[in-house]
């Protein structure tokens, strides 16, 4: 009687074995391509950048000498390096919380019913569609210290004219203003959608218990807004902190390293100095900050939203 | 307590089609007035008309006697109840009751107060901590009847309240609101698309189509005594059985069937205006032929559904023309569907239509309303 059990308990168990397989290998096959992709793009380039980091490189980036943590060393004690980190997280300040407030008053603006708010909503979100490059040059004309429209328009009201781009003070201004502008049509939009997702009987009810506008704003808008708002501020903030192009166009780094944002330090050492070591340094360097800032947010900003 | 008076109530959305046509009643302070119909037929409207979230095309709205037209919601003295409840789903139970009152700027611990007492008496104390999402379909509903009367306006209005819960919560709810109602002596105006809510709560209701009053009166009065045969359809289930009849001038007759022609009264005769008339009959007036009678109103058909519900049966047949009819008896009775049974119609509850106008040319003339004597137990 007990051997009967014990077989049937065993072929049992086998036929198990032999299902999880399946089951673990159909999974493996649905999750092949996405391995494969992320592979090629991601891990294998953070691996090679992580293991340049530990050498010095010869001009072609084949890495030659192990340093060990002297990349590392040499980057913290570097005056650039620092410079370069005080203008990214000033870069951050100017950018991320002044992007997400317009985008946000645009949205909630684009979101009234109104006639022809449509051509509205295209216009607040057009600025998605421009590439970097384009949307850096016109600005390169708007912040013109003699043709640009900026200057001609402060010399016309009586003030006088800035030098934009070429003064150390403003070019980090300027490049945030470009930035904040190439940004909201992203945060518009997908604030917008957040705002369209709230079921209008909120408002209603909050109507016939007679609250104001702003009283609903702040409490039913924000709150019920607050997982897209987390959502935007994130990718925003991890945005600005990668931010290349418009640096590259306006100031190239310039004027005395104002704008020498970290992305572009990473640039100008590998593919201007041949410096492959210390760039990927640099570049693990970023990737730890952002994912401290990124975890951190989760941590202390979730607490704050509500999902539904 | 508050009145509500509508005055030739318009309302159209497109500026061509109107969804609400000519709507004049006069809802009496303290009363539980329902407004039913299918939907579509613009009752909701109406009721967020009279809200104020929506506006009044044309025509006149008088709250207490006062011109409301362009009143704000907020202005109104009102409170609402939606179909989804709309309840804050980031607030607590007790937040989302007390936001009306924190709109008001009330104290702190007044406001406490009366949302233990409103609590209290809802059964809502225990989730005063939770957010909606943790609570049942039947307790959501309670914590938007709390929000609608804590801030004790004079006229509530309730959209569809119900829809969202299932039967026996349905039927439970159903006196708890009327209770609630008749305990805080509010007006209430409530809209519901189904027939039984509307019989068993309001103490008059008003019966809408297509925009349209069709009928307003007690509930008993309309079930009885329908004024036209989209009354008759939509109140009572199973509805009112109908039929087309021809007329005989002459002889003051209506002829249902071959076998049946009814003898009516000559004025009835005379007031109509095509010789096609609509008879109605409740089910429950159909009855089994027993013994053949002076005036002989019978019928055999074939049974095609039988349903037994333990206090009553209902029978479904086909007759006269393939219209579908019911009949409802008192009992448990043993028919099997293929059966061919013989019934009568009863002579003094028909309901007799005009076939062009739709007008009620004359109503049941042997309503009974049973009384209890007091005193006897």
């Known amino acids: 009687m007990k051997s009967t059990a014990e077989i049937q308990e065993k072929s049992i168990n086998k036929i198990d074995l032999k299902w999880r397989f399946i089951h673990w290998r159909s999974a493996i096959l649905y999750l092949l391509p996405s391995i494969i992709l992320f592979s090629v793009f991601l891990f294998y380039p953070l691996g090679k950048t992580l293991y340049l980091s530990f050498f010095l490189t010869d001009q072609q980036g084949n890495a030659n000498v192990f340093v060990g943590l002297e990349n590392f060393q040499y980057i913290l004690q570097a005056e650039s390096f620092h410079k370069s980190i005080k203008a990214t997280i000033l870069f951050v300040l100017y950018t991320v919380p002044t992007g997400v407030i317009i985008s946000l008053f645009l949205a909630l603006l684009a979101n009234e019913k109104i006639r022809g708010v449509g051509i509205f909503r295209t216009i607040y979100s057009s600025t998605m569609g421009i590439s970097v490059a384009a949307s850096a040059v016109v600005w390169l004309f708007i912040f013109h210290p003699s043709m640009g429209i900026l200057n001609q328009l402060i010399t016309s009201i009586g003030g006088t004219s800035i030098d934009w781009l070429l003064h150390p003070d403003w070019a980090l201004v300027s490049v945030s203003i470009t930035t904040i502008w190439m940004n909201i049509g992203f945060s518009f939009l997908i604030l917008l959608g957040g705002l369209q997702n709230i079921d209008d009987h909120l408002y209603e009810s909050a109507k016939i218990s007679g609250a104001s506008y702003f009283y609903q704003l702040r409490r039913i808008t924000i709150p019920m807004l607050s997982p897209t708002l987390f959502f935007v501020i994130t990718v925003s903030l991890i945005n600005a902190f990668q931010t290349f192009g418009q640096v590259d166009i306006l100031t190239q780094g310039g004027p005395s390293e104002s704008t020498n944002l970290i992305v572009y330090s990473i640039y100008r050492e590998a593919f201007v100095n041949y410096q492959f070591g210390t760039a990927s340094a640099q570049s693990i360097f ?3 900050c952002i994912l401290i800032v990124t975890i951190l947010q989760f941590k202390f900003g979730e607490r704050k939203v509500h999902y539904q | 307590m508050y009145s509500v008076e509508l005055k030739q109530v318009d309302k159209s959305y497109d500026k061509e089609q109107l969804v609400v046509k000519d709507v004049s009643v006069t809802i009496e302070p303290g009363e539980f007035f329902v407004l039913v119909g299918p939907s579509g037929c613009g009752k ?14 044309s025509g006149s709205l008088l709250i207490d006697g006062k011109k409301a037209d362009h009143l704000p919601p907020s202005k109104r003295q009102l409170s609402m109840v939606f179909q989804n409840y709309a309840l804050y789903p980031h607030m607590t139970v007790e937040d989302n009751i007390t936001f009306g009152l924190d709109v008001k ?10 949302c233990y007492e409103i609590a209290a008496m809802l059964g809502l104390t225990d989730y005063l901590k939770r957010k909606p999402r943790h609570l049942s379909g039947g307790q959501r509903q309670r914590v938007a009847l709390a929000r609608a009367i804590i801030t004790n306006s004079p006229i509530c209005l309730m959209d569809e309240p119900l829809s969202n819960l299932d039967a026996k919560l349905r039927a439970h709810m159903r006196s708890e609101i009327r209770e609630l109602q008749r305990k805080l002596g509010i007006t209430l105006i409530y809209v519901t698309h189904d ?25 008993i009065d309309v079930y009885n005594t329908p004024a036209n045969p989209f009354v008759a359809k939509f109140i009572g289930s199973p509805p009112m ?17 071959k076998e049946i022609s009814i003898p009516v009264d000559r004025l ?24 053949p009678s002076s005036l002989d109103l019978s019928f055999a058909v074939t049974i095609d559904h039988v349903e037994i519900l333990g206090t009553e049966t209902l029978l479904k047949f086909k007759w006269n023309d393939d219209s579908v009819w019911y009949a409802k008896w008192y009992g448990q009775w043993d ?27 004359q109503g049941p003339k042997n309503i009974q309303h049973q009384h209890i004597r007091e005193g006897i137990i």
């Open chain 2, 195 to 219: 027939q039984v809510e509307a019989m068993t709560m309001g103490d008059r209701i008003m019966v809408l189509n297509e925009g349209v009053v069709q009928q307003v009166g007690k509930p």
């Open chain 2, 268 to 291: 009835v005769v005379n007031d109509t205006n095509s010789d096609q008339v609509l008879v109605g009959i409740r089910p429950e007036n159909i009855k089994i032929q027993e013994e």
């Open chain 2, 105 to 114: 700027k009330m104290r702190k611990k007044e406001k406490k107060e009366k």
């Open chain 2, 44 to 57: 909701s409207t109406l009721l967020r008309m009279i809200a104020g979230l929506e506006d009044i095309t």
């Open chain 2, 241 to 257: 059985n109908l039929t087309t009849g021809l007329v005989d001038k002459n002889s003051s007759k209506i002829t249902i069937s």
């Open chain 2, 335 to 361: 028919i099997h569907v293929g059966q061919t049974v013989r019934l009568t119609l009863d002579p003094d509850s028909l309901c007799i239509y005009d076939g062009q106008t739709e007008k009620l040319l």
């Open chain 1, 286 to 288: 970023l990737f730890i």
